[in-house]
């Protein structure tokens, strides 16, 4: 009997930090906030959003958090602490990247998302 090794096997299903279009890997440096294109095929893709709410949600939980425990109140809590979250989120998005590759999916809503104010 022989064992059949199949590694070619079909697996459509893509895998963090890869191009849903082609397949490609895409590297951390290749992201850009809200999409960009794909080094390889073009298309326009981006970072899931579910994985960027989860980010912020994270960081605004620490930036609050600390803030408090710091003893800081009132307005001061609030200025400090939105400014710890802008830090905390752009440090944990980078960071998020390496550590948790997040998927990368076709961006749908064009080039620019209109506000429709
Ligand atoms: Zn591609």
């Known amino acids: 009997m022989e064992l059949k090794l199949t590694?070619?096997?079909?697996?459509?299903?893509?895998?963090?930090m890869q191009?849903?279009?082609?397949?490609?890997?895409?590297e951390v440096r290749h992201?850009?906030?809200p999409?960009?294109?794909?080094?390889?095929?073009?298309?326009?893709?981006?970072?899931?959003?579910e994985y960027l709410l989860k980010i912020r949600i994270l960081s605004a939980?620490?930036?609050?958090?600390i803030t408090y425990f710091?003893?800081?109140?009132?307005?001061?809590?609030?200025?400090?602490?939105?400014f710890g979250f802008l830090a905390?989120?752009?440090i944990a998005t980078v960071i998020g990247l390496v550590v948790t590759p997040p998927m990368i999916e076709k961006c749908t809503q064009?080039?620019?998302?209109?506000?429709?104010?």
Do not use: W
């Not at 590694?7 to 963090?16: F, L, N």
């Not at 191009?19 to 895409?26: F, Y």
């Not at 710091?70 to 939105?82: D, E, K, N, S, T």
């Not at 064009?110 to 104010?117: A, D, Q, V």
């Open 70 to 82: 710091l003893g800081m109140r009132g307005l001061l809590f609030v200025v400090v602490a939105i």
């Open 7 to 16: 590694p070619g096997e079909e697996d459509d299903k893509v895998q963090p």
């Open 61 to 65: 939980i620490v930036s609050f958090g």
């Open 19 to 26: 191009c849903p279009g082609c397949g490609a890997k895409i």
């Open 31 to 33: 992201t850009h906030y």
């Open 110 to 117: 064009g080039p620019y998302i209109s506000l429709k104010l």
């Open 35 to 49: 999409h960009f294109s794909c080094p390889n095929c073009r298309e326009t893709i981006c970072v899931a959003p």
């Open 88 to 90: 905390t989120a752009s």
